[in-house]
């Protein structure tokens, strides 16, 4: 059983972009640039942002955070991103969600210029990405198909079973992985309201649970010999850490792991490389300048 070791890819990754980079400051070009926007104190939010302006350094990229109280307007937050998007010296720009309740995500989403939407979220690149044409494919999905790729691992006509349709995991991966030119493999979807769940991901070569339930694969969901990807991220309690929680996936790795041929660990297997792929959409975004 091979464990896919996100952390390590996603080092590796890094490296090979700051070397990229460093060879277009050589030919002198500007380095890439990343803006973040975070609205509020959000706890989650706060550690995603400050993990990304470091991801940037250790690519050699620029980075700016722009940050904003809680009661920023719609409107103000607009005009925010109409500015980034005007700003010639930034090359992508992502605004951390969760935004506060009166402010409408999807219109903020959808006021991005797709060119800098290094998140992948505008519908035009969502759009692109479902009918095979160049475009920032979100991050997560984008760095389990990584993972995949790096550890060798077949996708091509392979029974791929996803759990979960989130409009940031579950879909985008769903389309990467049917795709001729990515995946190629038969995928199916499973939600809240699919039936004879546990028999589907039975069937599953290589199965990515997305749902964040914590330990919800348990070994009888998995065929032997599967390829499991664990997405899901929950804190948990636990009164042995000193922080009294520790971070849960939606599978249950203990008995699931010897099950398999692969497995991602959480942490330390999709995590990492939702960051990492974030930094090469942004480099993307700087070739493409
Ligand atoms: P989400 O928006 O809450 O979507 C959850 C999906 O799971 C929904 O489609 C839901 O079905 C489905 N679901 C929930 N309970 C289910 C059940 N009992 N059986 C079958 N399907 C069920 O979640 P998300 O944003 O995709 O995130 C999922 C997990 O991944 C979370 O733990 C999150 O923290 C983690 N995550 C990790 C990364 C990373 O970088 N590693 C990135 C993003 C998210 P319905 O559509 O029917 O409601």
Request: aromatic residues 4%.
């Amino acid at each position: 059983m091979t464990i896919i070791d996100g952390k390590a890819t996603a080092a590796t990754i890094k490296a090979e972009i700051k070397a990229e980079v460093e060879a277009m400051v050589a030919r002198g070009e500007r380095r890439p640039h990343l803006a973040a926007v975070l609205v509020g104190h959000d706890g989650g939010s706060e550690t995603y942002v400050k993990n990304k302006v470091l991801a940037c350094e250790a690519c050699g990229f620029q980075s700016t955070l722009l940050r904003y109280e809680s009661d920023i307007t719609e409107q103000q937050l607009l005009d925010v991103v109409a500015q980034l998007n005007a700003d010639a010296t930034v090359d992508g720009f992502i605004v951390q969600l969760p935004l506060p309740s009166h402010i409408d995500e999807q219109k903020v989403t959808e006021a991005i210029d797709p060119r800098k939407d290094v998140d992948g979220f505008h519908p035009v690149n969502v759009g692109r990405l479902a009918i095979g044409l160049p475009c920032y494919i979100s991050a997560t999905p984008k760095g389990i198909l990584t993972l995949l790729q790096r550890y060798n691992i077949e996708t091509r006509g392979k029974k791929v079973v996803i759990l979960g349709r989130s409009n940031i995991v579950g879909k985008p991966m769903a389309q990467l992985m049917m795709q001729k030119q990515y995946g190629d493999a038969t995928v199916t979807v499973l939600h809240s309201h699919s039936q004879k769940l546990q028999e589907e991901c039975r069937q599953a070569d290589i199965l990515i649970a997305a749902i964040g339930r914590p330990a919800f694969v348990t070994a009888d969901m998995v065929k032997p010999g599967a390829v499991v990807i664990d997405v899901g991220i929950t804190r948990v309690p636990d009164a042995s850490r000193k922080s009294g929680f520790r971070l849960q996936g939606d599978v249950d790795y203990e008995a699931v792991a010897p099950l398999c041929s692969a497995i991602t660990p959480v942490p330390g297997g999709v995590g990492p490389m939702t960051i990492c792929m974030l930094m090469q959409n942004t480099l993307q975004a700087a070739r493409q300048r």
